[in-house]
């Protein structure tokens, strides 16, 4: 279908983990390993981007943008490559292509070039969130995919000074506690800004060692260290003439920091090993879940590059701090996972309203999401009450037999469920374990503390369940 469809020019094994997303998202996905094969997809289904290798045996990405001036409407075009050299960067973009990438392609980068209106407007765990105009707090707003769900006055100063200063080059230093929706923030100030056409590329500063971290930013040259086999682009090079977000960066090293400081004074780089200094226009953002004036005085932060980076500064308010928005978050979480699992609407009881509005919410809104997709998946034909919030199994088992499945074929009915118009399958509580145990290591692609997170039980009891079903003969 036009717009829903994308071109990948590639060895399969090197784009298929994608595709999953991809679908689910409501996009079709083609695959071609030469130029004739890709000429002909093109004109066929019109797809929406081509993502390219630079070059296979028997084609060039050179030649499939060469045959752009004789096709109308030729879709944008985003080469991808292994290693990758600025040198070639360079080319392909001159020769006409959209963007350059390095692998892995991840659906996370994917999402960000497709058009706003064909994705879906629930957002992923990173989006946590949409401002719905308080004259209609059920509306999908205006903002697409980067939106804010709150009416608190709280929230709606952070989001008014965000649109403000959104179409600036400023600096912005996002900060507040673990969950409360820093990063989609962050995507929310690039998408409307004047760059929402370029790259947006995030970096965790806690996840990589000080050494690594300095080559994930800066990039390397062949030979800067062991194993520095080819010239690797940093992410500042990636990002050229859009956003780069520096997540946790509190957690950066001081040694590393200085050289942060020069990046955003001087607008250049050096690669590790590197001899030229390489020119980047890049906007920098970046969050913390710290006191990050209290590691200034203490000298685990740079002054002077707290300075640079706090030119505007963002503080999120928790999500305990926000009244009932607790309650518009929780209703669209739920509406989310119920089109997702495909069940039929729930609403929630008045004593799980109570429970929502009284909790203190230490993860925030990440808590929240999590716990209405448990909400969904426990509550059958609902309503939702607060037990579905509990960790304790006990809880929410309705008897010792069966517990309603999320399955949305017609099967046989209690007399209750019949009276109320609904039907649900019945399985036994091991069968209904084994699913969600399937539904969260699927919803977490196979991590599985997220799992076990999810799930409300420990690592070790998951593994111990794994390690029964693998004694069954079923290998998860």
């Known amino acids: ?74 879709p944008p075009v985003i080469v991808f490559s292994r290693t990758g050299s600025a040198d070639e960067a360079l080319k392909f973009m001159e020769l006409g292509a959209r963007d350059y990438w390095l692998e892995p392609l991840s659906w996370e980068k994917i999402k960000l070039m497709l058009p706003d209106e064909k994705l879906p407007s629930m957002p992923s765990e990173s989006d946590l969130g949409a401002l719905k105009t308080p004259k209609d707090p059920t509306s999908s707003g205006t903002q697409g995919r980067y939106q804010v769900i709150g009416q608190h006055p709280a929230m709606t100063r952070v989001l008014g000074l965000a649109k403000q200063v959104a179409k600036s080059k400023a600096t912005v230093l996002i900060s507040g506690e673990s969950g409360t929706g820093k990063e989609m923030f962050a995507r929310f100030l690039h998408h409307h800004s004047d760059r929402n056409d370029k790259p947006f590329v995030a970096i965790n500063c806690a996840a990589l060692p000080e050494h690594l971290l300095e080559s994930e930013l800066f990039g390397h040259e062949k030979g800067a260290f062991t194993g520095a086999i080819n010239r690797k682009l940093g992410k500042f090079e990636l990002a050229s003439g859009g956003t780069i977000l520096l997540d946790e960066i509190t957690e950066m090293e ?35 879940n710290r006191a990050i004036e209290e590691t200034v005085k203490g000298g685990q932060f740079r002054q002077d590059l707290f300075y640079r980076l706090n030119v505007i ?16 978050l929780a209703k669209f979480f739920v509406d989310k996972n119920c ?36 909400a969904v998946l426990l509550a059958g ?11 304790d199994p006990d809880a929410w088992m309705p008897d010792e037999n069966y517990i ?24 036994p509580i091991s069968e209904m374990e084994k699913h969600l145990i399937i539904k969260s290591l699927d919803q977490t692609s196979g991590n599985r ?10 690592v070790r009891t998951l593994r111990n369940k794994l390690n029964d079903y693998k004694k069954q003969g079923i290998d998860l």
């Not at 298929?16 to 679908?23: C, D, M, Y």
């Not at 090993?273 to 969050?287: I, M, N, Q, S, Y």
């Not at 034909?381 to 960790?391: A, Q, R, V």
């Not at 099967?411 to 469920?417: I, K, L, M, V, Y």
Request: proline share 6%; glycine share 8%.
């Open 1 to 74: 279908m036009p717009d829903s469809t994308l071109l990948f020019i590639a060895e399969p094994q090197s784009v298929t983990s994608v595709f999953s997303p991809l679908k689910e998202a409501g996009y079709q996905a083609g695959l071609a390993d030469n130029l004739a094969g890709a000429i002909n997809f093109i004109k066929k289904s019109k797809p929406c981007l081509i993502f390219t290798r630079p070059v296979m045996q028997g084609y060039s990405a050179q030649a499939l943008l060469a045959e752009a001036v004789n096709i109308e409407n030729f």
């Open 449 to 458: 503390t997220k799992a076990a997170e999810l799930l409300g039980i420990s």
């Open 339 to 374: 089109i997702e699992y495909g069940l039929p609407p729930l609403k929630f009881s008045e004593e799980a309203v109570s429970w929502l509005l009284n909790y203190e919410w230490p993860g925030n809104v990440r808590e929240l999401q999590n716990l209405m997709e448990r």
């Open 404 to 427: 309603p499945s999320e399955s949305n074929e017609t099967a046989p009915t209690t007399a209750g469920n019949e009276a109320a118009g609904s039907s649900f399958e019945v399985m």
């Open 254 to 288: 001081l040694g590393l920091q200085a050289k942060l400081l020069r990046v955003l004074q001087e607008g250049e780089i050096d690669r590790v090993g590197g001899v030229e200094t390489v020119k980047v226009d890049v906007r920098v953002l970046a969050t913390t």
């Open 313 to 328: 500064p963002l503080k999120l308010p928790a999500l305990a701090q926000r009244g009932d928005d607790v309650m518009l």
């Open 381 to 391: 034909g609902g309503p939702i009450e607060s037990k579905h919030f509990l960790n």
